[in-house]
């Protein structure tokens, strides 16, 4: 039976009885302009798919399945999932599928199969050199995204009083309170557009398939991720505090703010004398309350980016970490790399190594002869 590639977007009605598709990691499509057009693992007339190929002997289809060039954005790669997704389910009812990926293609190969109607018709998954990615519900930092933006909102307002915005032509007035006003709307609509449905970040908790992990003893991107995460983890348990305080404050009743507010305003007016020190604490607490949630946003943004380009500024309901195995039952098979002159990644490599080949071709047959009996 031929070997085939599918093109991105491309949804086949497939006749074989079992199907292996290739799922390609970040960047995996990427090719630079000028330099010859080498086979990739997931295409004809590389070793790997060529000697999975031969091996299965007619018994099975290997596909290529493309997501572009491969972009390091989350957003990327749930499309990906729904339409691998899409291809699996537009097969012939019979037809089994073996789906291995490498790197974030192992984490598409997952998120699809969190439809059930994909998982049942999936007999095996396996990837290689996987950084799975865990998000959790984090609802403090969403909150620290949120207490920034009141406080650039202050101090807009602050800077319009220091300015003496109330002093002004009426007209300016108005536009000082359309500006403050379009702060915090467009704030609050972006955070709100930029979330993502949970559905397509939680990875399956139990698949009714075969998950084998293959993992590179010394897998660079895998290593910047697990690094990366802990250093998220601790600025958001820095300001966690902070963020369920402004929470409980945010949770008091109107009437209850109005009469502090009120208070306050008494206080402040009993205390002329004062008035100048007052205002200079104010404006310095403004500050240093707007750089310590600026720095812990901006610094989350930052620690956020080798999940995935957008999560810096996308889907602050989760937290985002690494980790080297994905939920529910797996088996993990950790290799080598052998040594060599030669500059190269493991990560990027682990597919050309005779051993992971082998291991890979194995569990494909398996797979296949145990849909076969059934």
């Not at 009469?259 to 008035?275: D, P």
């Amino acid at each position: 039976m031929a070997a085939s590639n599918l093109i991105e977007g491309e949804v086949q009605d497939g006749s074989a009885l079992n199907i292996v598709h290739l799922v390609h990691g970040t960047w995996g499509n990427f090719r630079i302009l000028g330099r010859p057009k080498a086979a990739r693992w997931h295409e004809p007339g590389h070793p790997f798919f060529d000697k999975l190929q031969a091996a299965l002997k007619g018994r099975a289809t290997v596909e290529g399945f493309g997501w572009g060039w491969g972009a390091n954005l989350q957003a990327s790669r749930i499309r990906a999932a729904r339409r691998l997704g899409q291809v699996i389910r537009a097969s012939d009812p019979e037809t089994r599928h073996v789906l291995i990926g490498h790197s974030h293609g192992g984490n598409i190969c997952l998120q699809a199969c969190a439809d059930p109607k994909v998982a049942e018709r999936v007999t095996a998954i396996v990837t290689m050199a996987t950084p799975f990615l865990v998000f959790r519900r984090a609802k403090y930092l969403y909150g620290v995204a949120l207490a920034w933006l009141v406080v650039l909102t202050l101090g807009l307002m602050e800077a319009g009083g220091r300015l003496g915005i109330g002093n002004a032509h009426p007209l300016v007035q108005n536009g000082a309170v359309v500006l403050v006003t379009a702060t915090i709307t467009i704030g609050l609509l972006l955070l709100r557009a930029g979330e993502f449905p949970a559905k397509d970040l939680i990875l399956p908790k139990a698949l009714p398939c075969e998950i084998l992990v293959l993992r590179s003893a010394a897998d660079e991107a895998s290593g910047m991720l697990d690094v990366a995460a802990p250093l998220s983890w601790a600025v958001l348990k820095a300001h966690r505090a902070a963020s369920v305080l402004i929470g409980i404050i945010g949770a008091l009743p109107v009437l209850l703010l109005i009469g502090g507010m009120i208070v306050l305003l008494l206080i402040y007016s009993s205390l002329e004398q004062f008035h100048g020190w007052i205002d200079r604490g104010l404006w310095v607490a403004g500050v240093a309350l707007a750089l310590a949630y600026g720095g812990a946003f901006l610094t989350i943004c930052a620690l956020r980016l080798p999940f995935g380009w957008d999560l810096a500024f996308r889907g602050f309901r989760y937290s985002v970490s690494s980790e080297a195995a994905p939920p529910g039952s797996w088996q993990v098979e950790l290799f080598e790399s052998p040594r060599s002159n030669e500059p190269a990644f493991a990560h990027s490599g682990i597919y050309n190594l005779p051993a992971v080949q082998a291991k890979v071709i194995a569990t494909v047959r398996s797979a296949i002869g145990a849909a076969g009996a059934d």
